[in-house]
């Protein structure tokens, strides 16, 4: 049994076919028929570049969600102490919200805003700040 996808003449793969039975679209001049059947690339995460009639690794998405327990691993004990023992209403709000939380998002602005409210306070310097957020990205996407 064979494999191929039919493309139009925008490039947009419209539909797979196993070659049994009829067509999913009648074949006329406007679509072309691709043999994926004995491509290994041709799997899931990848893309179809239909100018080049060929498969390439699909784009990468950056996770950024951690929990509450991976941001304390890349902490410092003396910098979760400053942050927990502070009386800065600030940081205390900013702890409060760190404790409920279940997740965190790197890529949401309030995250940016802590980190950011975290080095204005004298709590982490702004390249500690940048070394504790390489380190969640890298542990988010391991």
């Not at 784009?59 to 910098?79: D, G």
């Not at 995250?111 to 204005?120: D, R």
């Amino acid at each position: 049994m064979s494999r191929q996808l039919q493309i139009n003449a925008s490039g947009i793969a419209q539909s797979e076919w196993s070659g049994s039975g009829s067509m999913p679209v009648p074949p006329d001049s406007s679509w072309t028929f691709v043999d994926v059947t004995d491509r290994p690339e041709a799997q899931i995460e990848m893309t179809y570049d239909s100018t080049t009639d060929t498969f390439g690794p699909a784009p990468v998405v950056v996770k950024t969600i951690v929990t509450p327990s991976q941001v304390i691993s890349v902490l410092t004990a003396a910098e979760w102490q400053i942050a927990t023992t502070s009386t800065d209403a600030d940081v205390v709000w900013a702890m409060a919200q760190f404790q409920l939380a279940t997740r965190i998002d790197l890529a949401d602005p309030q995250f940016a805003t802590l980190m950011s409210g975290l080095v204005s306070k004298g709590i982490v310097t702004a390249a500690r700040a940048t070394q504790i957020q390489a380190a969640l990205i890298a542990l988010a996407n391991a």
